[in-house]
């Protein structure tokens, strides 16, 4: 079944090659045939790469330890789900992954999308030069299907950190939302090589970027719950650089997703826009490069390879092609409006595009600084927590505040009287947020101005739902239904929103850690730690074998003054096959205010037990925007009536010709 897989691995990197070719000679000399051609030739790719994962789980499933990339990542005692996981753990199974998805993704595309006949061949041939990289890299360089010559009668199993739900989730949802991109932007690779340079292929493409930004975020946001949960250390973010390497892609691509709707209104960004999806693109290639080389040290990346050199010139490629269209295309990329005035809704999405794209420059900077520094220096110097922090807070905070002026403003140019009208209530609302807050005893700069924002933005984002609601209620209907019909009728706008009171209550959980607190304590049976109004009782230390590891778990009761309120059971645990490497387990109390966070950090041969305990304000705030984020992308995703038939009528057009 090995050289099954590997066949087939070989013959879609062959057929890629094929459709890649077909896809160009039949736009160029004007085939059908040729161009018919490339179409079953996305299709076969995707049915080979159907294949080689399946042969690769049956083999995990069965337990197949002649295969290394199996006995690398799984083991007998591996439960069901995770043996699944055991497809994207690793290297050569990631990549396949990769590849999988973006073969399904192109053939739903040509399933789908028939109406829009001069572009298809481009975007054949865009998604099949990017099949051909990955598909070679793991014909070539890295096959999940290479035999060892004596098979063990166990593997090394799954990295204990893997063992999380939050990292079942977390690579798919992360690979689903970087692959998605290639869709995009194949189309825009296809709107220059053909000279239909207005909004068609935004239009062709909202969904997909919408879909596409939608799994990466939830991506960002289980892998943040993962480090969270499972690393020990207290936080969800550490500016690792593969961490970054997941928000640059979310950072341009949340630009682009608002810089469209310029071009879709005004006419406007044209080159902007192509721009910031090659960017998009190229930094998901990047994302990927970062961790698959194993040139920065990462808790999340492989081990060093020799494919570092590979997706540096695969990026190079992507951009010198991309650019060297977009320089060509120039002349037909004038834009038809103006900006008006610097007081428009127009130059509030003009400079939300400018805040997160300088963010997203200065997280790069921050992300390759050792390698620059190896390069010229010849050692590696890494940029810490500090700077991120330093450089990216203001520029959060700044984000916040032009997605609070943004709905308060008109197209085109603002009034002063509406100015005046529309501000009056949000700006008294922020207003007295501080001025309750610091009266309040808050003396945090950062996170005073933080709330006062988010009262700002919740404000005018609320008032937007009420006035909308109130007009429909002016034709006699009740308000709660007004309101429905109100989001309904226009989703991508509401839908917006409530991604953007989302973001707001993220927010409100980062601007919490301001207020984290933590307290270290080395206790005996009896012994107590106190910590705010908790105090923690430490009770004893209990020892137990299960299916995978040698359990030690220590037992806390938890009082809130004299009244206990839980019973805590940090761990430390010893994983079969890694005994060196003992993995801490932490106990986490969750209230709607803050997190108490208990880590065993070590354990004395005289019967002590350290304890490190941290309270994190408003970190439930952070898990529930994550939901909202994810509520309103459907909300916007979701087509209308008048929309899914006119995507139908022009599917069938572009069928029957």
């Not at 691995?9 to 077909?22: D, M, N, P, R």
């Not at 190896?374 to 890494?382: D, F, N, P, Q």
């Not at 601007?511 to 430490?538: D, H, K, W």
């Not at 060196?580 to 108490?596: F, K, N, W």
């Amino acid at each position: 079944m090995s050289e099954l897989g590997n066949l087939s691995i070989a013959l879609a990197a062959l057929v890629s090659a094929y459709g890649l070719v077909a896809a160009l000679l039949g736009a160029g000399l004007r085939r059908a045939d040729l161009q018919h051609s490339a179409r079953n030739a996305v299709y076969a790719v995707f049915l080979l790469l159907s294949v080689a994962s399946g042969i690769l789980l049956y083999q995990a499933l069965t337990r197949d330890f002649g295969n290394a990339y199996v006995a690398s990542y799984s083991s007998r005692d591996l439960g069901f789900w995770y043996t699944v996981s055991v497809w994207w753990a690793g290297q050569a199974g990631s990549l396949l992954f990769w590849a999988w998805l973006l073969a399904g993704f192109g053939a739903v595309v040509v399933w789908r999308q028939a109406g829009y006949r001069e572009l298809m061949p481009y975007i054949i041939a865009t998604v099949m030069g990017v099949s051909v990289f990955f598909t070679l890299l793991l014909a070539v360089v890295s096959s999940p299907f290479a035999r060892l010559a004596f098979a063990p009668p166990d593997g090394q199993g799954l990295n204990p950190l893997l063992q999380n739900p939050g990292m079942f989730f977390h690579p798919p949802t992360q690979y689903l939302g970087y692959v998605g991109f290639t869709i995009p932007f194949a189309f825009a690779i296809a709107a220059m090589a053909t000279k239909r340079l207005d909004d068609e292929w935004i239009r062709a493409t909202r969904r997909w970027t919408l879909a596409s930004w939608f799994f990466l975020t939830l991506g960002v946001l289980f892998g943040m719950q993962w480090a969270y949960v499972e690393l020990g250390w207290g936080g969800y973010w550490a500016w690792d650089p593969v961490e970054n390497a997941s928000l640059l892609p979310w950072l341009t691509g949340t630009a682009f997703l608002h810089s469209v709707m310029i071009q879709e209104k005004r006419d406007m960004l044209k080159v902007w826009n192509l721009v910031l999806i090659v960017l998009t693109f190229g930094l998901v290639i990047f994302g990927t490069f970062l961790t698959r080389s194993g040139v920065l040290s990462s808790v999340h990346s492989f081990a060093l390879s020799s494919m570092g050199p590979l997706f540096f010139a695969f990026i190079a490629v992507i951009l010198i092609v991309s650019f060297t269209l977009l320089a060509l295309r120039l002349p037909w990329l004038k834009s038809a409006g103006d900006l008006d005035s610097l007081v428009s809704r127009e130059s509030s999405f003009l400079f939300n595009n400018l805040i997160l794209v300088g963010a997203a420059f200065s997280v790069f900077l921050g992300t390759i600084f050792p390698m620059i520094s190896e390069a010229v220096r010849g050692v590696k110097i890494s940029v810490g927590a500090p700077f991120f922090n330093q450089v990216n807070v203001p520029i959060g905070l700044a984000l916040l505040l032009v997605m609070g002026l943004c709905p308060l403003l008109a197209w085109r140019k603002a009034s002063l009287a509406n100015l005046s009208r529309n501000f009056l209530f949000p700006g008294a609302l922020g207003l007295l947020t501080a001025v309750g807050l610091i009266v309040a005893g808050l003396r945090q700069p950062v996170a005073v101005t933080a709330f006062a924002l988010s009262a700002f933005v919740t404000a005018t984002i609320l008032l937007d739902f009420h006035r909308g609601a109130m007009v429909r209620r002016g034709h006699g209907e009740p308000y709660p239904l007004a309101l429905g019909r109100l989001v309904l009728r226009n989703r991508r706008r509401y839908g917006g929103y409530v991604v953007h009171l989302g973001v707001i209550l993220l927010f409100a959980g980062m601007a919490g850690s301001a207020f984290s607190s933590q307290q270290e304590a080395v206790l005996r049976p009896g012994q107590t730690v106190t910590i705010n109004q908790y105090t923690l009782r430490y009770e004893g230390i209990s020892q137990y074998p299960t299916q995978s590891a040698m359990v030690t778990a220590a037992t806390l009761t938890v009082f809130n003054g004299r009244e206990p309120i839980a019973v805590m059971n940090p761990q430390r645990n010893i994983h079969r096959g890694h005994e060196e490497q003992p993995m801490t387990e932490v106990a986490i109390r969750s209230t709607m205010m803050e997190d108490l966070y208990v880590i065993l950090a070590g354990i004395g041969e005289d019967g002590t037990a350290n304890f490190k305990v941290i309270v994190n304000p408003l970190m439930m705030w952070m898990w529930i925007g994550g939901v909202l984020m994810s509520l309103g992308t459907v909300v916007a995703f979701w087509p209308e009536r008048r929309e899914a038939l006119r995507a139908r009528a022009r599917y069938l057009v572009g069928a029957e010709a």
